[in-house]
C-alpha cells in the first residue's frame, strides 16, 4: 500500500492517479456472523473494522464500494464456500454495487 499511496501520485495537490476509481474489499473473518454486531458479540461490525480503508479511499477520491463479507471462515464447510465463490463472482460482476455509507 506504501508503494501505490504515494503523495503526488495517490493523493495531495498533483495526486489524482486513483481519482474516481472504485475499490471493493472481500475479506472473510472467521467469527460467525452473529459476534459482528454492535449490540452483542465483538461490538462491532465487520463494516466499522474496514473504515481505515474507507478514510483512506476518501484521501484518495476513490469510490468505496460496500464490501463482499463472509463470516464464519473458520468453520465454513467446502458446500458453503462453494455457494459462497458463486455468490462472490455474481457480486463483482455487478456493475450497480453501491458505495458504502458513512454510517452503515
Known amino acids: ?3 501505490v499511496l ?10 489524482n492517479a486513483l481519482k474516481g476509481k472504485e475499490i471493493l474489499i ?3 473473518p472467521g467469527a460467525k456472523d452473529e459476534y459482528y454486531r454492535r449490540e452483542s458479540g465483538f461490538g462491532y461490525t465487520v463494516n466499522d473494522f474496514l473504515r481505515p480503508f474507507q478514510a483512506t479511499s476518501n484521501l484518495i477520491g ?7 463479507v463472509t463470516t464464519g471462515a473458520s468453520s465454513i464447510n467446502d458446500e458453503k464456500l462453494s ?7 455474481k457480486y463483482i460482476n455487478n456493475e450497480n454495487i453501491s458505495l458504502l455509507g458513512h454510517f452503515e
Open 62 to 68: 476513490a469510490k468505496f464500494l460496500k464490501p463482499f
Open 83 to 89: 455457494e459462497q465463490s458463486k455468490v462472490y463472482l
Open 26 to 28: 472481500a475479506v472473510s
Open 1 to 3: 500500500m506504501d508503494d
Open 6 to 15: 504515494t503523495h503526488g501520485w495517490a493523493y495531495g495537490s498533483k495526486g
